[in-house]
């Protein structure tokens, strides 16, 4: 089976992440394995708690094995570092190529 990461940037493709990533992720028909989520810009604020994608996003994390990180710095500017769900690694796009290094590939949304 194929491995792939994703990039998310985009707050707007909410329905996008929970109907096309999440559920088909969790359901076990995502047709690859997913390695990690890396989310920058205005992305980061689907790791906000009780936002529409949060609990999803962290069941994944926790059944798949799938290793989220948040770009620091869009997570410090927009000032959420606290209200974030629990166990998302921040840092850098050097930190997610650490882990999506070996995916075959990496999916920018």
Known sequence: ???????????????????????????????????????????????VKG???????????AKEEISIYACKTSIKSRKIQ???IDNVNLGTLKDFYDVAFDADYIVSL
Do not use: C
Request: charged share 20%; proline share 2%.
């Open 82 to 84: 606290n209200i974030i």
């Open 1 to 47: 089976m194929k491995s792939i990461a994703y990039i998310i940037s985009s707050e707007r493709i909410s329905e996008l992440i929970d109907e096309n990533l999440l559920a088909p992720i969790l359901k076990g028909e995502h047709g690859a394995k997913v390695v990690a989520f890396y989310f920058v810009g205005d992305g980061v604020y689907h790791l």
């Open 51 to 61: 936002s529409r994608n949060a609990k999803s996003i962290k069941l994944a994390m």
